[in-house]
């Protein structure tokens, strides 16, 4: 049976460089306690008025293309995992057709809203895709552009000084190769956890008990209006985030996951070549490799240059790590993710 093999990979990271340092001038915040906290140093913040989610997904994808030796409209299908769209809707998928110039192609384009699980998401459906036969350079992108829609004051501090922009892009084909090739993929959610990290406003809720009594809001915070000025008032249009309680789970999910995937497909932590968590925070990879008994060759981590970028944080790793000859053919590595819904997952292959 045929196997889906990363063909091609690249990255993109908007060029301004953001530190600790810098955010300190805008919030009651310091470098100490967020390196202490989450491990980040800097991050990148895409360019207002020139970069978008799409934009910045379209150039990762561009190279991601080059290394696969493709030419951009043999792409056959387009998957794209974001939390940070540029519109509410249409997705990025097509947007990102066109900012390729493909739209001719008419292939289609589907979008993945599971945030920080979100390429491992994508990556399992592109998987059934070429297994099956239904096509054969799959174009897989997860992208973010989060410095437009944090909220950069003290009120915010707890999740504006965790995210950042960038993006990481694949190209999925089938390959009869024994050595090479995805093995098993595993994807878990508890919806029953949605409102402890979650972006709740705008949208159709109403006050949907959830919301409501996580947060103690009123009926009147919520009315007809789509938006409305309390919304705005009470930042309810910035990103919720319960950090202890995303900790505790992640801590217990990641570890669970990656056991699920190796035992599967029979293997043993030891057995990894390469570990590439989501960067959430250097804190949750060091406990997990910790739990896995992984040494530091066995784990990527690059949080502290970039961090959070949620549904880009995998690709952008994975993509580092080949450049650094630290993932090399014939190696086998484990992709992690666990993020808001709660979504987890892992995605064992043979690169
Ligand atoms: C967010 C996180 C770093 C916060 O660390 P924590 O130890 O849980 O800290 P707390 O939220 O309990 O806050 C401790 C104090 O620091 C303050 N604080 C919060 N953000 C701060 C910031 N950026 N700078 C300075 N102080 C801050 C809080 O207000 C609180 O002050 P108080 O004790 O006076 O009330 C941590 O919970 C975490 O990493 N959670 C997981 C988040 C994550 O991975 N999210 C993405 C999932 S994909």
Redesign the pocket.
Same mark, same amino acid.
């Given at each position: 049976m045929k196997k889906t093999k990363i063909a091609g990979i690249g990255h993109y990271l908007p060029e301004r460089v953001v530190s600790n340092k810098e955010l300190e001038s805008l $919030?009651?915040?310091?470098d100490e306690?967020?390196t202490e906290?989450?491990g980040i140093r800097e991050r990148r913040f895409g360019e207002r008025h020139k970069e978008t989610t799409t934009t910045m997904g379209a150039r990762a994808a561009e190279k991601a293309i080059a290394d696969a030796g493709i030419q951009k409209e043999e792409v056959d299908f387009i998957i794209f995992a974001t939390l940070s769209p540029d519109y509410f809707f249409p997705g990025c998928g097509v947007l990102v057709q066109r900012e390729l110039g493909i739209s001719d192609t008419e292939v289609g384009a589907l979008d993945i809203r599971n945030?920080?699980s979100g390429f491992v998401y994508g990556l399992s459906v592109a998987d059934q895709y070429i297994k099956t036969g239904v096509y054969k350079n799959i174009l897989l992108i997860g992208a973010e552009m989060h410095s437009m829609g944090l909220d950069f004051t003290t009120r915010g501090? !707890?999740v +504006? &000084?965790?995210f950042g922009d960038g993006a990481g892009a694949v190209i999925l084909q089938p390959t009869e190769a024994e050595d090479q090739g995805v093995l098993t993929s595993h994807l878990h959610s508890d919806g029953r956890h949605a409102e402890e990290?979650a972006f709740l406003s705008p949208g159709c809720h109403g006050g949907y008990h959830g919301a409501k009594e996580l947060y103690g809001f009123s009926d009147s915070t919520f009315d007809t209006v789509f938006v409305t000025q309390k919304m705005l008032d009470d930042a309810l249009i910035y990103p919720h $985030?319960n950090?202890?309680y &995303?900790?505790k789970f *992640?801590v217990q999910k990641f570890p669970a996951v990656i056991m699920e995937a190796l035992g599967t497909a029979g293997f043993q932590p030891s057995d990894l070549d390469m570990l590439i968590p989501?960067q *959430? !925070?250097l804190?949750?990879s060091q406990f997990v490799q910790k739990v896995l008994k992984l040494t530091d060759d066995q784990v990527f981590n690059n949080i502290q240059r970039y961090g !959070?970028t949620?549904a880009a944080s995998i690709p952008i790793a994975l993509s580092e790590a080949r450049d650094e000859g630290r993932v090399k053919r014939g190696d086998l590595v484990c992709l992690a993710a666990?993020? +808001?819904g709660f979504t987890w997952g892992a995605s064992l292959l043979r690169w």
């Open positions: $919030m009651d915040t310091t306690w967020i906290r989450t945030q920080c501090r !707890n +504006s &000084v965790i990290l $985030m950090g202890k &995303v900790f *992640a989501h *959430a !925070n804190r949750i !959070n949620t666990f993020g +808001s």
